[in-house]
Structures are given as structure tokens and as C-alpha cells.
């Protein structure tokens, strides 16, 4: 069983940074691919980023590419995602992801562990 919380979500202006958080128990978490997820209202749940559970592969979705960045500390059992020059289109709700599969990119329907989510709000 692994629980994930994430933190660092909040209020920012366009153009603006912030750094999200997701801290995960249990003793496998360097055995996790890990990523991030976002749902803003009226829209589905969709892959932001990925990376693998050695940090050697990295996904971004083509939105977020050259503004956002993962990674992860495995000796921490925690996930960033840094999100630098953030759009009004950004505003989301986002959930950290665990999947233990061999599947890459993750697939929303194949995740084994989802975080609370942490909302996310970039004003223009």
C-alpha cells in the first residue's frame, strides 16, 4: 500500500512559478513510475508529467514542455514538479500518481495509487 500526499498548490499570477510535492509511503517507491495528473472542471483527467522510477526518462505533455519539469528523490520517497511561466490554462486540480507497471507514458486507467490533489489557480 502506498499513500501519497501532495502539497504546494495555491494561488499565483501568470507568469509565475511554483513548486508541487508529493510525498509517498511505504518502503517501494523507487520501484514506482511517478507523475502528475490534471483536471481542470468540465475537462478529464490528463498526464501533465512522468518519470521513471530511476529518473532516467522523463514525459511531458506537449503543453507543458520547456515550462514544467519532474523529478524525484528516492531516498526522500517524494516527486516535484517545478511549473515556471504558468498560464491561465494551467489552472487545474493536480493529483500525484504511483504505477507499478512497465507502461510509459502512465495511463490514466492503469494507475495502482492516486494522491488527494492539490489545487492549482494561475490568474491573469
Known amino acids: 500500500q502506498v499513500q501519497l500526499v501532495e502539497s504546494g498548490g495555491g494561488l499565483v499570477q501568470a507568469g509565475g512559478s511554483l513548486r508541487l510535492s508529493c510525498a509517498a509511503s511505504?518502503?517501494?517507491?523507487?520501484?514506482?513510475?511517478m507523475g502528475w495528473f490534471r483536471q481542470a472542471p468540465g475537462k478529464e483527467r490528463e498526464l501533465v508529467s512522468a518519470?521513471?522510477?530511476?529518473?532516467?526518462?522523463?514525459y511531458y505533455a506537449d503543453s507543458v514542455k520547456g515550462r514544467f519539469a519532474i523529478s524525484r528523490d528516492n531516498a526522500k520517497n517524494t516527486v516535484y514538479l517545478q511549473m515556471s511561466s504558468l498560464k491561465p490554462e494551467d489552472t487545474a486540480v493536480y493529483y500525484c500518481?504511483?504505477?507499478?507497471?512497465?507502461?510509459?507514458?502512465?495511463?490514466?486507467?492503469?494507475?495502482?495509487?492516486w494522491g488527494q490533489g492539490t489545487q492549482v489557480t494561475v490568474s491573469s
Open positions: 518519470i521513471s522510477w530511476s529518473g532516467g526518462a522523463t
Open positions: 511505504g518502503r517501494t517507491f523507487g520501484s514506482y513510475t
Open positions: 500518481a504511483a504505477d507499478r507497471s512497465t507502461r510509459w507514458p502512465m495511463q490514466r486507467g492503469g494507475i495502482d495509487y
